[in-house]
């Protein structure tokens, strides 16, 4: 019984593995990531990033990320307080140690929405997350969404999509990603998502009602 009970308080101790999404902005990570939060939400948490971009109409600081300026980006840098950071079209985002300490303290599935400089980043740390890549069904299809998103500058726009086509790349090395989700119908891909987490998801699930 006391064995029982030990093995259980470390597993919920150990906690879930991180899930990291990643792929070409536009690719719908977000969308993705706000419905699997929204169905499981006593399961997996958001790992709030820091950013100096500016936030877009809808975005609440604090929720989406951490709205703040370079200065006090690349100070909280310098101090020691990211697990990764990374320039992307022009702005700096990073993951703070808070940020998936506050996940985990809960015994959540810690989400990481991140470029791909992240995702190497990560790869040198012992966050041990699994790893999955949502891909667009084409370049067209890419722009197309990032258009019709209207959070762009024209200029925004074109290094997004520059960016793209190397993250697609980056993708296709064998070993990076453990599971490739193409989200061309939104249905499947959500299906996918939900189908390559259902292990962990039951994890969770399990530890929550045994304790
Ligand atoms: P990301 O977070 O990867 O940058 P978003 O989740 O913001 O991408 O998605 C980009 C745009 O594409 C959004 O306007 C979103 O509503 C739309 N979108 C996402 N998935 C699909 C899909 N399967 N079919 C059509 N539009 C989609
Ligand atoms: P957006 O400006 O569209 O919200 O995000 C732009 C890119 O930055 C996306 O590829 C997103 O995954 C990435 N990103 C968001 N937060 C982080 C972070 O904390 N670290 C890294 N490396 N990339 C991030």
Known sequence: MYMRYCSRLFSAMAGPRPVVLSGPSGAGKSTLLKRLMKEFDSVFGFSVSHTTRKPRPGEENGRDYHYVTREAMQAAIDNGEFIENAEFSGNLYGTSKAAVQ????????????????????????DLNPIYISIQPPSMEVLEKRLRDRKTESEESLLKRLGTAKVEIE?????????????????????????????????????ITTSL
């Open 102 to 125: 506050a996940v985990q303290a809960k015994n959540l599935i810690c989400i990481l929405d991140i470029d791909m400089q992240g995702v190497k980043n990560i790869k040198r740390t």
């Open 170 to 206: 980056f993708s296709q090395k064998p070993g990076v990603f453990d599971t490739i989700i193409v989200n061309d119908n939104l249905e499947e891909a959500y299906g996918k998502l939900k189908q390559s987490l259902h292990g962990e998801i039951d994890k969770v699930k399990k």
